[in-house]
Each structure stands twice: as C-alpha cells, then as structure tokens.
C-alpha cells in the first residue's frame, strides 16, 4: 500500500486521529456517511475524525484494497449497542498527501446512531 495509506490506517487504528490528520491535504475533501454536506479542509475534517474517535467502539480495520493513486479500508466497530461495518476510501494526491476522503457505513441502524452521536458532537 502507498505509504501515506499505511501511516493513515495504523493512526487510526491506534485512535491516533492527530497523527492522521497531518496526512491531510490542506485543502482535502471529506464526504461523509451520514451528512450531505461535504466537508472542505484539513482543520474541518480533523474535527469529525476526532469526533469519530469518541464514536465508534472497538474500531479495527479488517481488509484493504489498493491502487496506485488510492487505497480502499474495509473496517468494523461498534456505535452503542449498533454493530457497524463500513469503508474509508481515500485517494493520494501527487505529493502524498490525502486528497480526497469518503467513508460508506451499513447497516442503516447503525448509520443513524452515528448521525444522531456525531450531530451531537459537532453541534
């Protein structure tokens, strides 16, 4: 895997979202799973990974899929009671750094607990 994925995956594995977010473009777009909006900047996207890291219990990346410019992280955890399974797909600009972001959640149960805990934690 690119080596910016590596450092990517192992930080949050570890909880670590500081050491992720430094592996950010300044100018990365983050789409999210449960939010029409898409988040625009490294300081906007650190706020929702941190929020993520409160969110999500016994979080563990279970398998990835890589390209030369991209990396595809299947993960599971829990939100509450709510098992949830999900990918974080992200894609490398020419520099290294994370460029684009979109994570995909299911099932639906599981995505609405984490709307519901991440509104609250952003609002």
Do not use: C, N
Request: glycine share 8%; proline share 2%; aromatic share 10%.
């Amino acid at each position: 895997m690119h080596p910016t994925g590596v450092a990517f995956r192992d930080a949050l594995a570890q909880g670590d979202t500081a050491s992720a977010s430094k592996l950010l473009a300044d100018d990365v777009v983050f789409h999210s799973p449960v939010v029409f909006k898409t988040y625009h900047g490294r300081d906007d996207v650190a706020l929702v990974l941190a929020g993520v890291a409160q969110v999500f219990e016994d979080f563990r990346y279970t398998a990835e899929y890589t390209s030369d410019d991209g990396a595809v992280l299947a993960f599971s955890t829990r939100v509450g009671d709510r098992a949830l399974e999900g990918v974080d797909i992200v894609r490398f600009g020419e520099s290294g750094e994370i460029v684009e972001f979109t994570v995909m959640v299911r099932p639906y149960s599981a995505a609405t607990a984490l709307r519901e805990r991440m509104a609250a934690l952003l609002a």
